[in-house]
């Protein structure tokens, strides 16, 4: 999640740890990746307070593989730090979604069950992100 590598280990290691140690807690009903994902994006949120890092300086990273053509346009190697730049500075939800769609390749009922939102909820966000993201680099 982490461009620290140092802040990336840890968070790998705490997430497996919790992982493990809450197994009986996991819904088999759900798929396990979200649910691992969830538990990383919470450690990592955790871990930026504790050590007082701003989200914004931890970016998170670069590897993007998404299977959409438009989305392959708009993310290729030149556009990736513009991309990146340009979500530090959106709201956290367009945020949120767009780096859980692209950088995590979970599902839209995926991140709408770890937003607490509704799938569609999920697909509007991401379109609304996808937008701005556009919008912004057509003016640069």
């Not at 620290?4 to 290691?13: H, L």
């Not at 992100?129 to 680099?137: D, F, G, N, Q, Y």
């Amino acid at each position: 999640m982490s461009k620290n590598c140092d802040i990336a280990e840890e968070v790998t290691q705490e997430t497996f740890f919790k992982a493990l140690k809450d197994v009986k807690k996991y819904d088999d009903r759900g798929n396990i990746t979200a649910w691992l994902f969830s538990i990383a994006r919470n450690t990592y949120f955790t871990l930026c307070r504790k050590k007082h890092i701003s989200l914004n300086e931890d970016i998170l990273c670069e590897n993007a593989d998404e299977s959409e053509d438009v989305l392959q346009k708009l993310i290729d190697d030149e556009n990736v730090e513009k991309i990146q730049k340009i979500l530090n500075e959106t709201d956290a939800p367009y945020k949120e979604v767009f780096r859980l769609r692209v950088f995590g390749n979970l599902q839209f009922k995926e991140i709408g069950k770890m937003s607490g939102k509704s799938e569609s909820w999920a697909r509007v966000t991401f379109y609304r992100a996808k937008l701005k993201i556009r919008e912004k680099l057509e003016e640069e």
